[in-house]
């Protein structure tokens, strides 16, 4: 398994993924399965009369990108579209591909190129020695920041160990 190495300056470090998640759904179920089981154990807190809970999504990003094709075959305009959930995501494509006055403003057909999308999220945890670090994950990496615990490192390294897509 890749080993975290950990960046100077602030305490971070990042693993990049040997392979990219496959797809959206893939990406959801990690970040979800994370959130919900808590593998790293950490506890809920208070915060201005606020009960927040141990893993809290701050941050999720889902990037569709799209190309237009003219008769020819050859490329005549890009787009891509921005949407904070899988939901959006997912009827968002839909979307893109049935609106018929932005093809033909383009003048081509439109493809949806799922290799070229992008996901990420970021969840803020609090750990069970108080302190707070972030975990993010994206389509080809692996990050956990703002730790000064390195025994919080390597939880997070033995959670992605864990995960084969996260390898």
Sequence with gaps: MPQFR????TKSAGRLLKSLIPDAESFDAIVQ??????????TSYMRGRKNHPPLEIVREMYTAKFVYTGEDKKQVGAGSEVYDSLEGYQTGIAAMISNLANIVSHRGKIRHTHAAD???????????????????????????????????????EAWADSVPALA
């Design 118 to 156: 992008r996901f990420s999220a970021t969840l803020k945890c609090h750990a069970g020695n108080g302190e707070m670090f972030f975990v993010s994950l994206s389509r080809k990496q692996v990050s956990v920041t703002s730790f000064t615990d390195d025994s919080i490192r390597k939880q997070v």
């Design 33 to 42: 399965s994370l959130r919900l089981k808590n593998p790293l154990g950490c």
């Design 6 to 9: 950990q960046k100077s300056g």
